[in-house]
């Protein structure tokens, strides 16, 4: 029985997920093993033919998960259950040299950065991906006046476009994060047992130089048994960053799907059941999915950074966790992506309803520009101010259009003519500098993903 719903195979890609099968971890560690021995027999410290011999067999794909298991339910221990595992299959020459200098943790620490590795490479094209579908949203809806709300309430108008155009630049935000925070998360360890090199000697930084040059990460400046945990906090920190990104366009889109307003609705596909009691509906769940799953990737922020102290040079209080951490985070955030990617790149945009929801107030949303248009006249600020609200409130008691009582108003309609006040209730006049806003976003967005495309 599966203990977690990403084990069951409900959430998580089949690419994601296989970075952290069993087999694949192996494969990981039994890499290192392979760099770590060609390393040292490139100087001098391991025979030619040992370093050669170690180096292929590692990566021959013959030793398997299952033998492994068999040896740890005798040692009791993962790590050497593996080096034997691995030394069963190497030349007798070969095998004093297998693990020559290493700790446990070289390849637990240096086989997480290559998993982090490879989920980055799945991750960031899904970033890149999802923001040029917003960022096309953004221009395809650039000219729909929406209405903008704050605190829950209409405030002024707004380029319904701009909403996406906002979602889109942080996805930008976020591969430059993600790319930045490479060279601080994808670290190689091969320091020996207390961060000394023990074994290895004066040797030990330049092979470990060479391990991160073949595996294509950074060599650790300093380590104690591990890595600082301040590494993998920062790791799950982006993630769930990215993850309350991605969980406040679902509350959005959850928002303005509510039957009050209607402006989105998630794409509903036939034989689809909303309810099982009420047939008529059609509900959020895609983006109320998000905001589940953000939840729980958040709350691993606090475990990551628990790990930060450890006694001494180390100890076992975080491995473990690290364990659930880790995977977890990288297969949540993945399953949040591809949802969100379906919800934006399918999403039914209602503009008659988003067009309608201006007049839900009877035109006070168009407040803010009267008085505008009241100060560019010369009347006071506070002057206007309490016209303009004076005539909302009594249009609002009344259930009055506030076009209307504008026109009927004699403070204000002595300052603006019929015209000028037409002028002001149409909502195309103030969409501000929304056109260049997207313009931007979108070239933005467009130079992030470049790479990625």
């Not at 637990?108 to 590795?117: C, E, H, P």
């Not at 430059?176 to 023990?198: A, M």
């Not at 992506?337 to 945009?349: A, V």
């Not at 002028?423 to 790479?451: D, R, T, W, Y």
Request: hydrophobic share 40%; glycine share 6%; charged share 25%.
């Amino acid at each position: 029985m599966p203990i977690l719903p990403i084990d069951s195979g409900r959430y998580g890609t089949k690419e994601m997920l296989a970075v952290f099968d069993d087999q694949k971890k192996i494969d990981y560690q039994l890499q290192i093993e392979g760099a770590t021995a060609l390393a040292q027999s490139e100087i001098g410290m391991i025979p030619k033919s040992a370093g050669a011999n170690i180096f292929r067999t590692a990566n021959s794909g013959k030793i398997t998960a299952k033998r492994i298991k068999q040896l740890e339910a005798k040692s009791d221990h993962d790590t050497a259950a593996l080096v034997e595992a691995l030394s069963e299959k190497c030349q007798v020459s070969a095998r004093p040299w297998v693990h020559y200098g290493l700790t446990s943790n070289d390849l637990v620490d240096t086989s997480n950065s290559l998993q982090i590795k490879d989920v980055l490479s799945i991750i960031e094209p899904k970033v890149a991906r999802l923001g040029l579908i917003l960022a096309k949203k953004a221009t395809q809806y650039g000219d729909v006046p929406a209405v903008g709300r704050t605190h829950g309430q209409h405030a002024s108008i707004i380029s319904f476009g701009l909403k996406f155009a906002n979602w889109a630049a942080e996805m930008a935000a976020h591969i430059e994060r993600l790319e930045e925070v490479k060279k601080r998360i994808l670290i190689c360890k091969t320091l020996g047992v207390v961060g000394t090199g023990s074994l290895m000697g004066a040797k030990a930084v330049e092979i470990q130089k060479r391990v991160a040059k073949r595996l294509a990460l950074y060599p650790a400046e300093v380590a104690t048994q591990v890595i600082p945990r301040e590494r993998y906090a920062e790791y799950i920190f982006h993630l769930a960053l990215l993850g309350s990104t991605l969980e406040k366009i679902a509350i959005e889109i959850r928002n303005l799907q509510r039957t009050e307003i209607g402006e989105v609705a998630e794409h509903f596909k036939a034989g689809q059941m909303g309810s099982s009691a009420v047939p008529v509906k059609r509900n959020p769940i895609k983006s109320e999915r998000i905001s589940s799953l953000s939840k729980l990737l958040r709350s691993q922020m606090s475990t990551a950074f628990e790990n930060i102290p450890l006694w001494h040079e180390r100890d076992l209080s975080n491995s473990a966790n690290e364990r659930f951490t880790i995977p977890m985070c990288s297969i949540l955030l993945d399953e949040m992506l591809e949802t969100m990617i379906r919800i934006i790149d399918n999403l039914k945009i209602n503009v008659e309803k988003i067009t309608s929801n201006l007049q839900v107030t009877n035109g006070q949303i168009f407040a803010e520009f009267v008085l505008e248009a009241l100060i560019k006249k010369g009347v006071p600020r506070f002057v206007a101010y309490r016209d303009v609200q004076r005539v909302a409130f009594s249009a609002h008691d009344q259930g009055m259009d506030y076009v209307d009582a504008v026109k009927n108003d004699q403070a204000i309609s002595s300052k603006l003519s019929e015209e000028e006040i037409e002028k002001i209730f149409s909502p195309e006049s103030h969409l501000g500098a929304s056109p260049e806003i997207i313009a931007n976003v979108n070239s933005l967005v467009q130079k992030a993903c470049k790479k990625f495309i």
